[in-house]
């Protein structure tokens, strides 16, 4: 039944590899691409030449007719234009195809409509879009037939970003930087590089096509505005790593042939915890292939999902009453030598790198809890973070058991000479064998998590980009690594100064800690109590990122100027206000259109029936109070339909952008959810043949 599938040959089979570039070039070049992936610098242009010619071959046999500079635009998604390799024919009308150099290396695509913040004018539209040597080539199939993408960073005239990657790139290149000088001090002088690797687990929810299509807030706004909680939720926990249904394994190893061709290394897969939700996690690769990738996952998600009638939904709140999806960011450091540098090894206590490391680490997410907390916001996290479900919005480091009392020796006593034992775990079976136990268990609640050699950090929603947390994650932990290398590369005594140094950050910063319940409303009151910020909005983050820390942070390491942050605030507002608007306007159109006219029809037929029993001498008492609740509920349906339009006639009028989104998450988002209450009770009483639209029961149960 199932066709063999060798995933070997497969792998990779649609990416311009290393290997297939050693095949394809001349050995010099080959060796100057890899030296410019490797440590930077250009090519030269007769280089490009040749390596554009080599790509350009290999993709026409694989089929391509065009290429296409693939970015990444402050939009979250990807964006590409297709050009033909076509050339003008020659004297013959014969058709060569073509590639050259100067195409593979930089791109005008004439993009004044993406999102700029207004880094360009109109008038001054010229972005530009240049190779990034780092992550590779791959072809694109669809209907359009198949594409060659080139990954690129997207910036203006003037070289200011305008994308995802850019920054990205900037903060890599800030952390190697940094962390070199950290391994050295410890005498690791081989290295030449630190790497971030970054592996994102990516939840998902399906749904059946047609369902879809009949309900215009997912189609619209990803998300339902309206539904009413199914009689069944994920109360059982029967879902949650559950035997995975026929229809959506189909899903999901279609996604991984896909994604293997791809050269995404797709691993793992299970159901996740709400109904029709789900989980994939690749293995994880250098931070910033690691977040192409994860735009190729994204990407490849949606579109395989209508080969099987279904869709699939990214947002971070597409259903109310159950939980939403994330992207769990796991992250780490490790230097081209093969070292870890969040590796504890065997005795965590005496390994004063890795104690070193973890006191910066507390320090950077400490200091600048602020920006991580923004580097994760966006819209729809909102119903998230700070929202109805986990993780909480405040910001804290879970270390596990063993970690935190190594960190409260060394805060108490300035020593950590012992470890708690992870001990035993006996399973009290005679076949089954007893294991060592973990020193740390798991804490699902924390938003900043310590798994073992990486952190996980989980406040990522499931359709961002994981451009910008992992940007900020470099940018923060670099000025720490800065800072701590200012101190030792200057003391005299090292052993002591590291020691010192250790203390004293573990001791300033023991606040960051936390190993409870993040979920609780104590935690609440405990962080308050801490000083630990708060921030329960994407619009409430946006100005963290122009704060006097913030921008001596980004401009020192020059991952972002003043006027590319001022500018990127002006895009998350915009983007904020945008997304409201088109819900509140998907929900205005719900109501007026199906949701009013259908309720008004069951009144009618209702009031008949009233008439009708009455008239034929019967008890219509049961008829005519449901009558009466429904009507109540069309009322108040009614009445909060008017006011969300008149919210909606005010935000016109506000030009700031900053005051709009404000208006949009103080006044029209409460309007909406004051329009939804009503409606979501009267899909509780009006018979379900009447109802315009599936319920929460039709979607997640019946994929
Ligand atoms: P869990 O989070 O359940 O412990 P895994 O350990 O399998 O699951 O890892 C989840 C994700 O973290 C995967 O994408 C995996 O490749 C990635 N990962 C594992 N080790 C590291 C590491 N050292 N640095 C960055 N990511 C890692
Ligand atoms: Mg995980």
């Not at 988002?669 to 379900?688: F, G, Q, Y």
């Amino acid at each position: 039944m199932n066709e063999l599938i060798n995933v070997e040959e497969l792998f990779g089979c649609k990416v311009f590899t290393h290997r297939k570039m050693k095949e394809r070039l001349p050995k010099e070049v080959y060796r100057e691409v890899m030296r410019v992936r490797e440590q930077g610098g250009e090519l030269s242009l007769g280089t490009a030449d040749v390596v554009a010619k080599a790509m350009k071959d290999w993709a026409i046999e694989n089929g391509a007719t065009h290429y296409t500079h693939w970015f990444q635009p402050l939009t979250g998604i990807t964006a590409e234009k297709h050009d033909a390799f076509v050339t003008h024919p020659d004297e013959d009308g014969r058709m060569i195809m073509d590639f050259s150099g100067k195409e593979l290396i930089k791109g005008e695509p004439d993009a004044s409509s993406f999102p700029s913040g207004g880094l360009r004018a109109t008038f001054e539209a010229r972005g530009y879009t240049t190779w990034d040597i780092t992550s590779p080539a791959f072809l694109k199939e669809d209907a359009t037939g198949v594409i060659l993408c080139i990954p690129t960073a997207f910036c203006s005239y003037k070289g200011e970003a305008l994308d995802t990657k850019t920054p990205l790139l900037r903060s890599m290149e800030a952390i190697s930087e940094q962390a070199l000088r950290i391994v050295k001090l410890f005498g690791n002088t081989e290295a030449t590089k630190v790497t971030p690797s970054v592996g994102a687990e990516q939840e998902y929810f399906l749904v059946d096509r047609q369902k879809y299509l009949q309900r215009k807030d997912l189609i619209f706004a990803g998300r339902t505005l309206f539904g009413a909680p199914a009689p069944k939720g994920q109360e059982m926990d029967d879902h949650y790593f559950g035997t995975i249904r026929e229809r959506v394994g189909a899903y999901m190893k279609d996604i991984n042939i896909e994604l293997w061709k791809l050269g995404v290394s797709a691993k793992t897969q299970h159901n996740e915890a709400a109904p029709a939700q789900h989980e994939l996690a690749p293995i994880y690769e250098t931070a910033n292939i690691a977040a192409d990738h994860n735009q190729l996952v994204m990407e490849t998600m949606k579109k395989v999902a209508g080969r099987h009638g279904l869709t699939c939904l990214l947002h971070e709140k597409p259903f109310a009453g159950v939980n939403g999806s994330g992207k769990h960011d796991n992250w780490s450091l490790c230097t081209d030598n093969g070292v870890n540098m969040l590796e504890p090894g065997e005795s965590p206590n005496e390994n004063i790198q890795f104690l070193l490391v973890l006191a910066c680490i507390m320090r950077a997410v400490d200091k600048h809890a602020d920006l991580l907390r923004q580097s994760a916001a966006n819209v729809g996290n909102d119903h998230r973070l700070g929202g109805n479900e986990a993780p909480p919005a405040i910001i804290s480091i879970f270390l596990g058991e063993q970690l935190e009392d190594v960190v409260r020796q060394l805060v108490e006593t300035g020593q950590a000479t012992h470890l708690t034992e992870g001990g035993k775990l006996e399973t009290g079976v005679s076949t089954l064998p007893d294991f060592v136990k973990d020193a740390t268990d798991r804490n699902r609640t924390s938003p900043f998590a310590f798994t073992g050699n990486k952190f996980e950090f989980r406040s990522v929603g499931a359709s961002d980009s994981i451009g910008s947390p992992n940007t900020t994650l470099n940018a923060i932990v670099a000025e720490a690594f800065c800072e701590a290398a200012d101190v030792l590369e200057a003391a005299e005594d090292f052993d002591q100064a590291v020691h010192d140094l250790i203390k004293k950050y573990m001791t300033e910063h023991q606040r960051i800690i936390f190993n409870g319940n993040g979920y609780s409303q104590e935690w609440v009151e405990e962080a308050a109590r801490r000083g630990l910020p708060n921030i329960g909005s994407m619009v409430g983050t946006i100005e963290t990122l122009t704060t006097e820390k913030s921008i001596a942070l980004f401009e020192k390491f020059h991952i972002f100027t003043k006027a590319e942050l001022e500018a990127r605030k002006e895009v998350l507002y915009d983007t904020f206000s945008k997304t409201i608007n088109i819900e509140a306007l998907t929900m205005i159109d719900m109501t007026r259109k199906q949701i009013l006219p259908a309720v008004v029809k069951y009144t009618k037929s209702l009031a008949d029936t009233v008439i009708a029993v009455r008239e034929a001498g019967a008890d219509a008492t049961v008829q005519s109070e449901l009558l009466k609740e429904v009507s109540e509920k069309l009322a108040e349906t009614k009445a909060a339909l008017n006011k969300l339009e008149e919210a909606e006639a005010t935000a016109k009028t506000m030009k700031c952008p900053k005051e709009l989104a404000f208006y949009y998450n103080d006044t029209v988002k409460v309007a909406m959810e004051a329009l939804r209450a009503p409606v979501d009770k009267l899909e509780m009483l009006v018979a379900k043949e009447i109802w315009p639209m599936p319920s929460y029961g039709d979607l997640l149960f019946e994929v």
